[in-house]
């Protein structure tokens, strides 16, 4: 968890990653162990060369190659396979989101947030589409929407300490304390009751008088 909350003086970007945080931790596994021809099969970029170059109309393979790529930070690699992927599978709300997220992280706001809308039209009950597309617009100064999208993800997964705090982050740079108070208090009663206190751990220095 550490690697994505390096900098909170770049808070929101690395705070996007989460969403996926599911697909990407697993890169650490012996590839030999793998079948590369899975979705989410976590091998190298390399790997899934090889199967498009045999199949060009795999979209499992270009999904796990941008995964790859957007890994090892080449974003426009990433963004250009989640993007064939698209054209093979228009209808999978997933891939729009994954794209969106590389958006965010070259800080093409407006795209990311297009391709949110596109992963919440097809499915509307994600919530880390919400958590993302909020990000952004924070990204963009706009906090009034980014709070609308923070609300919604809470309303679909109230249970997620994460959620909690980056609402609450949110209203401390509004500097509606009580409110972030509340929040940031929510999130460690979660997180704790969840076993892991490691992002607490990096939470607590800066906020300390919330925790």
């Not at 957007?70 to 963004?79: C, G, L, M, W």
């Not at 509307?124 to 706009?142: F, V």
């Not at 609308?148 to 209203?171: Q, S």
């Not at 997180?191 to 925790?211: A, V």
Request: net charge positive; charged share 30%.
């Amino acid at each position: 968890m550490r690697e994505f909350c390096i900098q909170f003086s770049a808070r929101v970007g690395f705070l996007i990653f989460l969403s996926s945080l599911f697909i990407i931790s697993s890169f650490g596994q012996n590839t030999q162990t793998i079948d590369c021809k899975k979705k989410f099969s976590f091998c190298k970029a390399s790997e899934y060369t090889k199967i498009i170059e045999s199949n060009p109309s795999d979209a499992i393979a270009y999904l796990n190659r941008g995964l790859a790529y957007q890994k090892e930070k080449k974003y426009d690699e990433a963004i250009s396979d989640f993007s064939r992927v698209i054209e093979l599978n228009p209808k999978f709300d997933r891939i729009y989101g994954y794209r969106g997220v590389v958006y965010h992280l070259k800080k093409e706001y407006d795209l990311a947030i297009a391709d949110f809308d596109k992963a919440i039209e097809l499915q509307p009950k994600k919530p880390e589409n919400y958590h993302n597309r909020g990000s952004t617009y924070q990204s963009k100064n706009d906090y009034d929407k980014a709070l609308a999208n923070y609300n919604k993800a809470i309303e679909l997964a109230p249970d997620k300490w994460f959620y909690y705090y980056v609402r609450g982050y949110l209203h401390y740079l509004n500097g509606k304390t009580s409110l972030a108070e509340a929040d940031f208090k929510k999130a460690k009663e979660l997180e704790n009751l969840e076993g892991n206190k490691d992002t607490i751990k990096i939470i607590q220095p800066i906020y300390p008088k919330f925790f």
